[in-house]
């Protein structure tokens, strides 16, 4: 493979899909991992017919039991070493978290904490090695509020936005870089999934994820530590800074009750 190697999880649509655009324009291979293995096979062959892109398909369930595990060790035996590793799958679901099945609740935290968390661990030290890396966490405008009808996903969110922060400091002097990438509303399958697109959040407009997956990327680029997309999106940690402890969570449940 040949120029700078980006591992994408969640690549088969979206802004995974998008990030992968953005790679393979800059002139970059691709480690491509969602489960449909299909919608990864038309993207590669997009990819390669636009940008001419070499693009490696893997397609990995990362809610199964070791799978980052297993993902990381295909990778080091076929002899890759990823430059840019980009942490985006993930899934959420509206409803009241007590009538939300606890298995859902269980593959939301594995895809969104465990598997991130297991990825970057894995993927790091050779990267310090090597004396260069950056690696995208794709965190989300949620992770800076407690979300009423979306709890634990807001909740993972929280994590993968502290866990990148916290990194950021530890990598100082590294080569190597964290991104937090904190896009707000945008239109993709996920909102669908998750029931999300019918939220009174999303009326007032939403973001594509090509200009979210732009934004993020070009600040993976640069070392940004936290990436959040939207000049609006950009008001919420300062809003938070003055509101009231307890606010922000009954302003978020007035908008997650749908329309």
Known sequence: MTGPITL?????????????????????????????RERLEELAAELADRHDAEALILARDLTAPDAAGALHRDIAE??????????????????????????RHEAMIQLNVLALTQLTRFFLPEMIARGSG??????????????PWQAAYYATKAYVLSLTEALAVELRGTGVTVTALCPGPTTTEFAEQAGA???????????????????????????????????????????LRVLPRGVPARMVERVQRGR
């Open 8 to 36: 994408i999880t969640g690549a088969s649509s979206g802004i995974g899909a998008d990030l992968a655009r953005e790679h393979a324009r800059a002139g970059g291979s691709l480690v491509l991992v969602a489960r449909r």
């Open 78 to 103: 076929r002899g890759l070493e990823v430059d840019h590793l980009i942490n985006n799958a993930g899934f959420g679901g509206l409803g009241l978290f007590h009538e939300i099945a606890p298995e």
């Open 134 to 147: 950056r690696v995208l966490n794709v965190a989300s405008v949620a992770g800076f509020v407690p979300g």
């Open 197 to 239: 697109d019918r939220l009174k959040l999303f009326e007032s407009g939403t973001a594509t994820s090509a200009d979210v997956a732009a934004y993020g990327y070009r600040a993976m680029l640069r070392g940004k530590t936290v990436a959040i997309h939207g000049a609006s999106n950009r008001m919420v940690p300062t809003l």
